[in-house]
Each structure stands twice: as C-alpha cells, then as structure tokens.
C-alpha cells in the first residue's frame, strides 16, 4: 500500500479510536488490533502529528502511581473524521471504476 495513503488511514483510525473517550496508548492498540495491527513504534509518532496539528490534545494523569498520557479528540480531529467520512465515498466510486474491467472480463 502507498505509504502516504496508509499514513492518512492510520490517522484517521487514532482519531477514530478516541473520538468516544480519552485514551492513552496501549489502549488505543488494543482497540484497534482486531481492525488493523499498530506497533507502539508507530502509533507514537502518530499521537505527535495529530497533537501538533492540533486534532487532539494531550493530558497526563496518575494512574497506580505513575502518570500516563491521556488522548483527547479536539474539534478540529472530529471535523477530520467527518471529512474522511465524506471522502470515503469518492475513494470507493474510484476502486469501484478501477476494478469493473475485472469484473467485465470474468
């Protein structure tokens, strides 16, 4: 898959992923693992984009004595996933348009 396309669906898909509640990372894995696999390598760097793009905002509480990060959906991130929402169609009229030659020819 192109890699900036998979970068733009793994964003959407963090967003997704906390636009009910808060979370924080290991969480975010686990609810995301029977959709699509995502390594603490890779979600990171993700949470950082969306942070400094302002799609979600951050907060830190204790949690059994040590502090963990905390994830919060802003705005702006649940105006990007009603924005992926509505793309979402275009990009299934296109596979659709690409894969009926497949379908003419069986």
């Given at each position: 898959?192109?890699?900036?396309?998979?970068r733009?669906?793994?964003?959407?898909c963090?967003?997704?992923?906390?636009?009910?509640?808060?979370?924080?990372?290991?969480?975010?894995?686990?609810?995301?693992?029977?959709?699509?696999?995502?390594?603490?390598?890779?979600?990171?760097?993700?949470?950082?984009?969306?942070?400094?793009?302002?799609?979600?905002?951050?907060?830190?509480?204790?949690?059994?004595?040590?502090?963990?990060?905390?994830?919060?959906?802003?705005?702006?991130?649940?105006?990007r996933?009603?924005?992926?929402?509505?793309?979402?169609?275009?990009?299934?009229?296109?596979?659709?348009?690409?894969?009926?030659?497949?379908?003419?020819?069986?």
């Amino acid at each position: 898959m192109d890699i900036q396309l998979k970068r733009g669906l793994l964003d959407v898909c963090v967003l997704a992923a906390i636009k009910q509640e808060d979370s924080y990372g290991y969480k975010i894995i686990k609810d995301m693992k029977p959709y699509v696999e995502l390594s603490e390598s890779t979600l990171y760097p993700i949470l950082r984009r969306l942070e400094a793009a302002q799609l979600l905002s951050v907060h830190s509480a204790e949690h059994n004595g040590r502090l963990r990060k905390y994830y919060h959906i802003t705005e702006q991130g649940q105006k990007r996933l009603e924005y992926f929402k509505a793309e979402w169609n275009e990009i299934v009229s296109i596979y659709n348009f690409v894969t009926r030659e497949d379908e003419n020819n069986a």
